[in-house]
């Protein structure tokens, strides 16, 4: 039985953000919590990378213990978080993190309040200049491509070029999925995004490490939630793929099919890189 080496683990639903592109609104529901035996066993199960998303992973309180136990079990913890508590709780988080991953959509308060909320742009200006500080950290900041900031991405770059001379800095562009709550507001088709992908790329070639997402989504990521159940995505659906801690329940046909679509989208970035 192989799980894909990387896994999203959900550590809670609830957020204090109302994010337009929120591809996170209707994820399943779950009754228990258990996340340290969760985390043991996806490390016995072969994950070597467990990124934390939700939700908002700040707004757990265990969520120190939890990124303690993964580097205890020699997992790569990545912190994927909207950034609103970073400024507040990073002492007890940031030492147990190996990668982060922030939000950001706009180059200034009100273009990035577009898709995310009023006072968001300052704080992720700040998670930025906290971690930049944590010599062991690598941080990625994460733009959703939408119909509203597609014409402002050198904006966007500027204000990121500040990070840039630090070399574990990268900047993601995002294909917007399915999964959200207003599509018709956001969402280009990939032919467009690929295009204003590849010309920001171009455009900060030497100066920001640029990457962008892949059109694979559809049963390409394992999720896994506090109470062990295991979710996929197809189309706007999560499609349960049996819970970890029960290896009874697994849905091998999933599993397998997840490693094909990674393997897949590997395969498309390994192209890029040779253009
Ligand atoms: S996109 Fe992230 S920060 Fe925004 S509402 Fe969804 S979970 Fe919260």
Redesign the pocket.
Known sequence: MSFPNSVDYIVTRK?????G?????NMPDYKKDMPIDVIDAVTENGVKQLVF????PLLEDKLPDMLYRAKQDGLTTFL???T?LLGQRHKEILPYVDKTSF?LDGYNDETNAQA?KPGHFANVLQALDITSKYPDISFQVLTVVTKKNKDILDDIGAVLKKYADNPRFTWKLNYYQAIGRHPEKFRLDYEEFETVAQKTVERFAGVIPVRYSVPVHDIAYLFIMPDGNMYTTVGEDYVQAGNILKPETWNQNILDEINRNIAEREKVIAGRMKR
């Not at 957020?15 to 994010?19: A, Q, S």
């Open positions: 957020c204090d953000m109302n994010c592109v929120c591809w996170g609104s998303t939700g939700g908002e994927f978080t909207n609103n939000s995310r």
